[in-house]
């Protein structure tokens, strides 16, 4: 039964109007990456935002093209990342669930309706499903479920802003989706390392540290084809993209998701399994990067945290030595 008191938007894009002048003007220069290929945006990560979650975080990705980001128009402007995460838990499961000896994990990934150029709908669709189902076996290799038998822990991830496969630059429309194929690589990558960093500031105990990365094989109309990390849809023609969530001190990989053509740079172009372990390398080198901003985010907030905590405790303890004969 449908909701009679919720006005819905329009089903097809809302995006403002786009003049012939600025069309014309960005369809000579469109967009490129002004990064090098083993250089990553600028990652902003925030913990502690959603007081009533157990644990909460916030990540941002800037947009990839530097001429699109100082755009005044909005229809002009690079789409970039933004991600919130609330963990809700552990708590117990209800009477009339079975008895489980492991923490139950729920994931989910809802994208906001104004996260694409296209407008989402409130249900999950399937591809809101499938990255729900990726994060919940990267992150179920690092907790120790073992400590909350009978308990259950949900991982909610909304969505703000995806990437999308197409150039706004250009005016042109996605045909894939809201986000495309290869914008959800991203996002996927995105979403591993904003959970990890919630599931720590919900305090629940686990092995190591997880964060995602993605790299990718584009091919260039003036030079060969090279492998990139941290790529951005609408600054290249990809051909093959991989997204890893790696686990540092363990060495360990508990997601892997690969997508496209991995080929060799000869003249056949033939399958090839030494471009595909490549290519990992590289997904695992940007989860490294993106480690580096987890660890220095989470460090800033438990040093918040200990502040807050000790806040009065001097002068207790001064109270309750003078009172000691």
């Not at 959603?50 to 699109?68: D, I, K, N």
């Amino acid at each position: 039964m449908s909701d009679r008191r919720r006005v819905n938007g329009p089903s097809g894009s809302t995006a403002p109007p786009v003049y012939a002048s600025s069309l014309i003007s960005n369809i000579t220069s469109p967009a490129k990456r002004t990064r090098g290929p083993n250089q990553l945006r600028k990652i902003f990560l925030k913990t502690g935002l959603t007081p009533s979650a157990s644990g909460s975080a916030y990540l941002e990705l800037e947009p990839s093209s530097a001429s699109a980001s100082e755009s005044k128009l909005y229809a002009d402007s690079a789409p970039g990342l933004k991600l919130t995460c609330a963990v809700h838990g552990p708590r117990p499961l209800p009477r009339s669930a079975p008895f489980s000896p492991h923490l139950l994990l729920s994931t989910r990934i809802k994208f906001a309706p104004f996260a694409a150029r296209r407008r989402r709908g409130y249900i999950p669709d399937a591809s809101e499903r499938d990255l729900a189902a990726h994060l919940e076996t990267a992150l179920r290799g690092i907790m120790i479920s073992e400590r909350w038998p009978k308990s259950g822990v949900d991982v909610i991830i909304t969505v703000l802003e995806g990437e999308e496969d197409c150039s706004w630059e250009r005016g042109e429309m996605d045909k894939t989706g809201p986000t495309g194929g290869w914008g959800m690589m991203s996002v996927l990558s995105g979403c591993i390392t904003v959970a990890s960093a919630a599931i720590v500031d919900a305090g629940i105990d686990c092995v190591d540290l997880v964060s995602g990365g993605v790299a990718a094989i584009v091919r260039q109309p003036s030079a060969p084809m090279q492998f990139v990390r941290d790529p951005c849809p609408s600054d290249h023609e990809m051909v093959a993209a991989c997204v890893v969530a790696y686990l540092q001190s363990r060495d360990e990989v508990t997601e892997i998701w690969a997508k496209g053509n991995i080929i060799t740079f000869s003249d056949r172009k033939e399958p090839d399994a030494n471009a595909f372990e490549f290519l990992m390398d590289q997904a695992v080198e940007a989860a490294l990067a993106a480690r580096l901003v987890l660890t220095e985010a989470i460090k800033e907030s438990t040093e918040l945290k200990i502040r807050k905590s000790q806040v009065g405790q001097p002068d207790k303890l001064d109270s309750s030595e003078k009172k000691a004969p």
